[in-house]
């Protein structure tokens, strides 16, 4: 009865594809051996034969007849008379090979065997989702939400492994519910309390670097290079891409016609705004085109100081900053340099220095003026008011009698 019991376990682990058969046996085979050990203080008078496809497994023990009185060790020996009980033609110094049936071990043992395998079966389950995921770090994988909870979300994989996807990890306007696919990155796996943790994410650059492999074959096949990727999850993206291939334009090639290519990618991300840009090693060109869509007058780098100031006319300002400053922050990460945008003006537009204006404007209204960058009435009338107000820490009153002085010197 026992037999079979333990028979079914050995079918539950016979069904478990992710354990190849040669681990199985060893497994099973050290498994039996430490209840042998256990129950006659060594196990290498015996064999243990297992049959993986039958599901069953046999053990048989050597012993080596000896005179009745020079019995020793009846784990390793055994009496004439007990040799004779099996076959009569035994004699002294033979070997004798019987099969130890498993109901002999008593039924504690049995139930040690079985709980002893099942911990083992898990055990090598945990290692084979470890080991698979840990060779998967940086790919795309698609599961099934299984739950939804506040600050992550339960999902299974084809096999049916349990893995994680952060609130900090998904796009801000990312919705889920029970039973949806969703596609993401294996972003991390480790050990927590010797279980397999798989944490997934959408928010990586390296989710938006698959999705262009995916979606655009010259990516996939190594005719264009993702050069750097920054992103500002479901809100704006700036990808540089290269081709070493003259007769391809990488970017024309990552949009596609009326920009049919991308348009998955951005789907996928929620509405993520991607500027795809040709990379250049000329730093000046490059910054140039990070800052997409303003238009650049002149670049002036220091080095040193890995700066970049960037010259433009006022009504390219607000574009080049973008909405909430993105588009610059984003140029910045992009290009590696931090970029300072200054308006520039046109030739033929006459400016005065506000020193000029000190018959009608206070000496330290001039001065406040001045701690922030704006030495001409030109540079103060380009600021709005309200940001005028707050940098300078001056009076509203102050402030719009400054405008009125100024305005009337253009009229």
């Not at 099942?118 to 995921?133: N, Q, R």
């Not at 492994?161 to 596609?183: A, H, M």
């Not at 080095?303 to 390219?316: D, I, N, S, T």
């Amino acid at each position: 009865m026992e037999n079979i019991n333990l028979i079914d376990t050995f079918a539950e682990f016979k069904e478990l594809k992710n354990i190849d058969r040669v681990t199985m046996m060893s497994v099973l085979e050290e498994v039996f051996r430490s209840v042998l050990i256990r129950q006659y203080g060594t196990d290498e008078n015996f064999d243990v034969i297992i049959n993986i496809d039958k599901g069953d497994f046999e053990i048989w023990r050597r012993r080596e007849v000896v005179a009745d009185e020079d019995l020793e060790d009846p784990y390793l020996q055994i009496s004439l008379t007990d040799a004779h009980k099996i076959d009569e033609d035994f004699e002294e110094g033979e070997e004798v090979t019987d099969e130890v049936k498993l109901a002999d071990f008593g039924r504690r043992a049995i139930l040690n065997l079985r709980q002893n395998l099942a911990s083992k079966i898990l055990e090598l389950e945990k290692d084979h989702i470890y080991g698979k995921y840990k060779n998967k770090i940086g790919d795309i994988i698609t599961g099934e939400v299984y739950q939804v909870w506040k600050k992550e979300i339960l999902i299974l994989d084809d096999e049916g492994n349990e893995l994680i996807l952060p609130k900090s990890e998904q796009i801000p306007s990312d919705y889920f519910r029970k039973g949806d696919n969703v596609r993401a990155i294996v972003y991390k796996v480790e050990l927590r309390n010797n279980n397999p943790l798989i944490i997934l994410s959408r928010t990586a650059p390296a989710f938006l670097e698959r999705l262009f492999e995916l979606e655009i074959p010259e990516i996939f096949d190594g005719l264009i290079t993702i050069k750097k990727i920054v992103r500002v999850p479901g809100e704006r993206a700036k990808v540089a891409v290269e081709s070493y291939d003259e007769r391809i334009d990488p970017v024309g090639a990552c949009v596609g016609m009326k920009g049919s290519r991308i348009h998955g990618i951005v789907r996928e991300l929620k509405n993520e705004n991607i500027d795809v840009i040709n990379y250049s090693a000329n730093l000046q060109l490059y910054i140039k085109r990070a800052l997409n869509p303003a238009k650049i007058n002149s670049i002036k780098i220091i080095e040193a100081q890995k700066k970049a100031e960037v010259y433009l006319r006022p009504e390219e300002v607000s574009l080049a900053i973008g909405k909430g400053g993105l588009n610059i922050r984003l140029a910045s990460q992009l290009t590696g340099y931090e970029i300072d945008v200054y308006r520039e003006m046109e030739e033929d537009e006459e400016d005065v220095n506000l020193d000029e204006f000190a018959d009608e404007i206070e000496g330290w209204v001039i001065d406040a003026l001045k701690a922030i960058g704006c030495d001409t009435a030109k540079n103060v009338l380009n600021i709005p008011r309200e940001d005028l107000i707050k940098r300078t820490d001056l009076e509203d009153e102050t402030i719009d009698d400054v405008l009125k002085v100024l305005k009337s010197e253009f009229e």
